[in-house]
């Protein structure tokens, strides 16, 4: 067992190593590990590897218990729902049946309804027969895999066929979304408010102890300085954890909230969920930007153009491409255009006219 430990560590080095860029590798001793640079690399990479041009993305969580990954799915479905998103992102779960951890019976494991029970998740999805991972199929069926921990994620990008560079990139695990730099938001109250307010008040009392224990594993990357996680919130979690209080009572027989546990997992999980969210949705809108500032570039770049009216200008564009520009509403269209004609009128003022 400790064998394998070594590899998997000395695996995963490498590959963050080559990952990394040179303003921050861990291998470049003179300059400072900088986390915070780390995760948006990371971000980085994997947004370049998604395409918009589906008008969708298709998420698939991974564990090896049959337990976690189904959570996560029904939480994210819940949480694109509250979010007009339902049909832009579509969960779905696997397990490696071939871990030691992996249950013998696919179908739900009665905790699981539980969970889904307590959090009112698709009742549907969360008691179906779990699925396993195929790793020559689903790296190209979906988007985004999401591992539910570093374990998995590890176990993944080390099964990895010869030739396959690249699809790194698109297999992250579930704690990096608890970041604000890997989902690029400016506070963790963005991503917070993105999950219903029903739900948002189960997992309330427990997200701060899950926090704390995540920005403690967070900070042996950068201690270390090699660029590797010293594990995460979901690492040792148990489907048996479930049974487990959500309110004790402290010294002086006050009810309180339960500070270890599942219910820890379970805010982080949220929360991660609707950082995946987020992080799809700009994502999406990103792309959609640069392709609809690239179809005005290319259609309107001349002095002349400036005549166009809007309407004709937009009925011109809608002719280029109906996929970029029914992204986004007339209103939305029309402002945009605007804004391009503004530009190029100044770009041609300081150019003297010319």
């Not at 996560?72 to 951890?101: C, H, K, Q, V, W």
């Not at 660029?227 to 309110?247: A, C, E, L, N, Q």
Request: charge should be negative.
């Amino acid at each position: 067992a400790w064998t394998t430990y070594i590899t998997m560590r000395f695996f995963l080095t490498l590959l963050l190593q080559a990952t990394s860029t040179a303003a921050f590798s861990p291998g470049n001793n003179d300059a400072p590990f900088s986390l915070s640079a780390y995760q948006k690399a990371r971000a980085k990479q994997t947004s370049q590897h998604l395409d918009a041009s589906r008008f969708h993305f298709q998420i698939l969580f991974v564990d090896n218990t049959n337990f976690h990954a189904r959570i996560a799915e029904g939480m994210l479905a819940r949480i694109a729902e509250y979010n007009d998103a339902l049909f832009t992102l579509f969960p779905y779960s696997a397990t490696i049946d071939t871990s030691a951890n992996a249950p013998i019976d696919s179908s739900a494991p009665e905790e699981a309804l539980t969970i889904c029970d307590y959090l009112g998740l698709c009742p549907t999805s969360c008691s179906e027969d779990g699925t396993s991972f195929n790793v020559a199929y689903d790296l190209d069926q979906y988007d985004l895999i999401i591992a539910v921990d570093d374990t998995i994620q590890n176990l993944i990008l080390r099964s990895l066929p010869k030739g396959s560079e690249g699809y790194e990139h698109k297999c992250r695990s579930l704690s990096e979304f608890l970041s604000v730099n890997f989902c690029g938001v400016e506070n963790i109250t963005t991503i917070q408010d993105m999950i219903e307010p029903g739900m948002w008040e189960k997992a309330k009392p427990y997200y701060d102890a899950a926090r704390a224990s995540f920005d403690s594993s967070s900070s042996t990357i950068s201690d270390n300085n090699e660029g590797r996680s010293g594990g995460d919130i979901f690492t040792d979690s148990k489907s048996t954890d479930v049974y487990h209080p959500r309110m004790i009572l402290n010294e002086n027989g006050a009810a309180i909230p339960n500070q270890s546990g599942w219910p820890l997992v379970e805010a982080a999980m949220l929360v991660a969920c609707a950082g995946i969210t987020r992080f799809c949705l700009d994502t999406m809108d990103a792309q959609f930007d640069e392709a609809f500032a690239q179809l005005l570039g290319r259609h309107f770049y001349r002095k002349e153009d400036l005549e166009i009216s809007v309407d004709d200008a937009d009925d011109q564009l809608r002719l280029g491409s109906l996929s970029v520009t029914g992204y986004f509403s007339p209103k939305e269209r029309r402002a945009r255009i605007l804004q391009h004609f503004e530009e190029l009128r100044s770009k041609f003022e300081s150019e003297g006219g010319n």
